[in-house]
C-alpha cells in the first residue's frame, strides 16, 4: 500500500512557507507517497502544488460541504461539513505529519496527530511544553528534505 503523508499549515502563510511546502510536496509525490492535507490555499495548496507539478496524488479533507471550496492542485476533495473538526481526519489520515508554518488550526492538527501516535516534523512550526516543562514530541526538520525522510523512514519502520 502506497504511504500517506499528511502536509499541515495556515491557509494565509509567507512567500517563503509556500516555497517550502511546495518543495516539500514535490518530494513526496517524488517518492511514490499520496500526500493529504486540509485541501485549501496557502501552505496546503502550495504543497499540493508541488505533488501535481510531479504527477503525485492529492487529498484534501475539506471543512465545508463544497469541493469547489479545495484548491486547484487536489485529485480527491473530500468535503465534510466538519469545520474545523476535520483537523482530526487530517491529523491521523496521514502516516507521519509535516507542520509547516501554523496558527491555532495548525496547533489542533499537531496535538490530534501526537494524541493518535503520529510523528509530526516540524519546519518552522510550533513548539510546545507539557504543564511539566516536558517538550512535546515534535521533530524539528532543518529543510523539506529532511522533513519528508523522517516521515518516509517513520512509515518503514512502522
Same mark, same amino acid.
Given at each position: 500500500?502506497? $504511504?500517506?503523508?499528511? &502536509?499541515?499549515?495556515?491557509?494565509?502563510?509567507?512567500?517563503?512557507? =509556500?516555497?517550502?511546502?511546495?518543495?516539500?510536496?514535490?518530494?513526496?509525490?517524488?517518492?511514490?507517497?499520496?500526500?493529504?492535507?486540509?485541501?485549501?490555499? %496557502?501552505?496546503?495548496?502550495? =504543497?499540493?502544488?508541488?505533488? =501535481?507539478?510531479?504527477?503525485?496524488?492529492?487529498?484534501?479533507?475539506?471543512?465545508?460541504?463544497? &469541493?469547489?471550496?479545495?484548491?486547484?492542485?487536489?485529485?480527491?476533495?473530500?468535503?465534510? %461539513?466538519?469545520?474545523?473538526? $476535520?483537523?482530526?481526519?487530517?491529523?491521523?489520515?496521514?502516516?507521519?505529519?509535516? =507542520?509547516? %508554518?501554523?496558527?491555532?488550526?495548525?496547533?489542533?492538527?499537531?496535538?490530534?496527530?501526537?494524541?493518535?501516535?503520529? $510523528? &509530526?516534523? %516540524?519546519?518552522?512550526?510550533?513548539?510546545?511544553?507539557?504543564?511539566?516543562?516536558?517538550?512535546?514530541?515534535?521533530?524539528?526538520? $532543518?529543510?523539506?528534505?529532511?522533513?519528508?525522510?523522517?516521515?518516509?523512514?517513520?512509515?518503514?519502520?512502522?
Amino acid at each position: 500500500m502506497k $504511504r500517506i503523508l499528511a &502536509v499541515i499549515g495556515p491557509a494565509s502563510c509567507t512567500e517563503h512557507q =509556500a516555497e517550502l511546502a511546495e518543495h516539500v510536496g514535490t518530494l513526496i509525490a517524488k517518492r511514490g507517497a499520496f500526500l493529504i492535507c486540509g485541501g485549501r490555499g %496557502g501552505v496546503m495548496e502550495a =504543497a499540493c502544488k508541488g505533488a =501535481a507539478s510531479v504527477g503525485g496524488t492529492t487529498i484534501g479533507i475539506l471543512p465545508g460541504h463544497d &469541493v469547489g471550496e479545495g484548491n486547484p492542485y487536489l485529485t480527491i476533495a473530500i468535503p465534510t %461539513g466538519l469545520g474545523e473538526a $476535520r483537523n482530526a481526519m487530517v491529523a491521523s489520515a496521514g502516516q507521519a505529519v509535516i =507542520a509547516i %508554518g501554523g496558527a491555532y488550526g495548525t496547533l489542533s492538527e499537531i496535538a490530534l496527530a501526537l494524541k493518535a501516535g503520529r $510523528r &509530526v516534523i %516540524g519546519l518552522e512550526t510550533w513548539s510546545a511544553t507539557d504543564h511539566a516543562e516536558n517538550e512535546l514530541d515534535i521533530l524539528t526538520a $532543518r529543510d523539506a528534505e529532511e522533513a519528508v525522510e523522517i516521515a518516509i523512514a517513520e512509515h518503514t519502520d512502522a
